[in-house]
């Protein structure tokens, strides 16, 4: 084996910041090395993996090739020298997670994971689904936990929790004491939402299809929480899952609104690149995922 290590990862940090001298700064080594290493490794095989657009390189056919194929031989390694130097098999894992199942799902079942092996460095980032479907596209996640239907041809997508929207409002919004709403109620009054490109806002414009371009969206928030609160002030009402909900009805500071003849169930699924090593800790976030009880 001819290539090193080292120029793998060089290859994998200028792939993914399409700049040398930023390459190099991330893995705390010179310019001048990481770019001799790079054209090293290209010219060590006759190939060119970038194209050179002024400053930036810019992965070609054979980069993109290459580069899953890397990023897996790269996390093999890192996992090699966790269990060597830590003892532990499972090592780091980066988990990327929807809002709803961020705050409400996700950070007990990383604590299950460190409590059982506390040297597991696990990182979590909430952001909607769309940001958390092109980091996991990108190899800057392990994996995702997402609200939203999403295919791609680069994604394995595995279903995992029934989840249902609800439609929501103050106790003292005109809707709060009516038995069920029509299409008319939907209409003539205005809405609070997830922004568009989460999985809620996608499943709420699925469930309101037919009537969705004569509803009145008065405000779009990118946070749960948000919402809650300027539905309590009776802005207006709201849509969101019912796991983030269940308090707030329990208080009465919302009530659920009846609305049967709109379908808001959907899914959450755990969303891997199809060429992502499966480390042990990959492994083991997903069994313990499939652990956690349905939320209906």
Not at 94 to 123: C, F, K
Not at 185 to 206: C, H, M, Y
Not at 246 to 251: Q, Y
Request: charged share 25%; aromatic share 6%; hydrophobic share 45%.
């Amino acid at each position: 084996m001819r290539f090193t290590l080292r120029q793998l990862q060089i290859f994998l940090a200028t792939a993914h910041v399409e700049n040398i001298s930023k390459a190099a700064d991330s893995l705390a080594m010179s310019q001048s090395a990481a770019s001799s290493a790079l054209k090293e490794l290209e010219q060590m095989y006759d190939v060119q993996l970038f194209d050179r657009v002024g400053k930036r390189l810019q992965l070609n056919e054979q980069g993109r090739l290459l580069r899953p194929k890397a990023q897996a031989l790269i996390a093999q390694a890192e996992e090699l020298e966790h269990m060597l130097a830590k003892h532990v098999q499972t090592g780091s894992i980066q988990v990327g997670a929807t809002l709803t199942i961020g705050n409400y799902l996700a950070v007990g079942i990383m604590a299950r994971m460190m409590r059982e092996n506390p040297d597991t460095e696990v990182r979590l980032e909430v952001a909607n689904t769309a940001a958390i479907v092109k980091k996991v596209l990108n190899f800057e996640l392990d994996l995702g936990l997402i609200e939203g239907e999403f295919q791609h041809p680069d994604l394995e997508v595995m279903p995992w929790l029934d989840d249902e929207l609800a439609v929501f409002c103050s106790p003292e919004h005109p809707l709060a004491s009516k038995e069920q709403l029509s299409d008319k109620d939907l209409k003539n009054v205005q809405w609070i939402l997830r922004e568009t490109g989460s999985g809620t806002r996608q499943a709420f414009d699925r469930a309101m299809h037919g009537i969705l371009s004569d509803l009145h969206v008065m405000l779009e928030l990118q946070h749960t929480e948000a919402i809650k609160r300027a539905v309590e002030t009776n802005l207006g009402i709201g849509c969101l899952s019912k796991v983030a909900l269940t308090d707030a009805f329990k208080r009465g500071s919302l009530i659920q609104l009846n609305v049967p003849h709109r379908v808001f169930d959907r899914k959450f699924y755990i969303i891997l690149h199809k060429q992502k090593y499966r480390t042990a800790g990959i492994n083991r976030w997903i069994e313990l995922c499939n652990a956690t009880k349905p939320l209906l």
